[in-house]
């Protein structure tokens, strides 16, 4: 079964541009998430998808970051402008569904993202 | 405000001996609390998990155990092998929350030859 992919693996950017991180999830998996890893801290959560709807979206800084997943597939988190606090490993995980606590959440390797 | 603590920014052990990781959480609502394994350029890897209802989980050479009324949480490694040497990345959810994961900072666990 293949795992979580994510694309780029790394992006270096300048701080005011923008940037877009893109997830396909594991087939047939309903709940997709993005988190973001600053170096030194655990995953943070910024938006939960349940198929193509958001679930939450309270940490996600929504006057630059947007996300969506469209057709409740892949997905793509866009930041824009960047801010150099942006600098993080953007995680992505999915998972078979909402409905059963032992679903386990699968984990992409992540893009790492240094805004200079 | 961190709901998830792990104290100890890093481990050291000695092939072959127990290693012990913390965690501590501060939010009473939490009743599901798993451990997460991460190499360097991976994601986390689910590892082990505990419900609220239980006080031990066993699953080969790993153990975690969970104490409700000191709301803390261990995971036991026996024997430690250099493939163990990794982040370890403690999580909870609960309370209503569409099963989001709450993470602690990890710990960083290097097993010696």
């Known amino acids: 079964e293949a795992g979580v992919a994510q694309s780029p693996r790394y992006k270096i950017i300048e701080k005011r541009q923008s940037v877009a991180f893109w997830c396909n999830p594991i087939?047939?998996?309903?709940?997709l998430y993005w988190y973001q890893q600053i170096l030194g801290q655990g995953p943070k959560l910024l938006i939960q998808?349940?198929?193509?709807?958001?679930?939450?979206d309270s940490q996600l800084p929504k006057d630059r970051f947007s996300a969506e997943r469209l057709k409740g597939v892949d997905s793509t988190l866009k930041i824009q402008p960047a801010k150099l606090e942006d600098s993080a490993v953007y995680l992505c995980?999915?998972?078979?569904?909402?409905?059963?606590?032992?679903?386990?959440?699968?984990f992409g390797p992540g893009t790492r993202l240094t805004v200079l | 405000d961190q709901q998830v603590k792990q104290n100890s920014p890093s481990l050291s052990v000695q092939e072959g001996r127990i290693s012990i990781l913390n965690c501590d959480y501060t939010?009473?609502?939490?009743?599901?609390f798993l451990w997460y394994k991460k190499y360097p350029a991976e994601g986390p890897t689910f590892l082990i998990s505990?419900?609220?209802?239980?006080d031990k989980n066993e699953d080969g050479r790993f153990t975690v155990f969970l104490n409700k009324s000191a709301k803390h949480l261990s995971l036991h490694i026996v024997p430690s092998q250099p493939g163990d040497s990794a982040v370890y990345f403690c999580?909870?959810?609960?309370?209503?929350?569409?099963?989001?994961?709450?993470f602690g900072k990890g710990t960083l666990l290097t097993v010696n030859p």
């Open positions: 995980a999915s998972r078979l569904s909402g409905g059963a606590v032992t679903d386990t959440q699968y």
């Open positions: 087939s047939g998996h309903a709940t």
């Open positions: 999580a909870a959810m609960g309370g209503g929350s569409n099963y989001k994961l709450t």
């Open positions: 505990i419900s609220s209802i239980k």
């Open positions: 998808f349940q198929n193509n709807g958001v679930v939450d």
């Open positions: 939010n009473s609502m939490f009743d599901y």
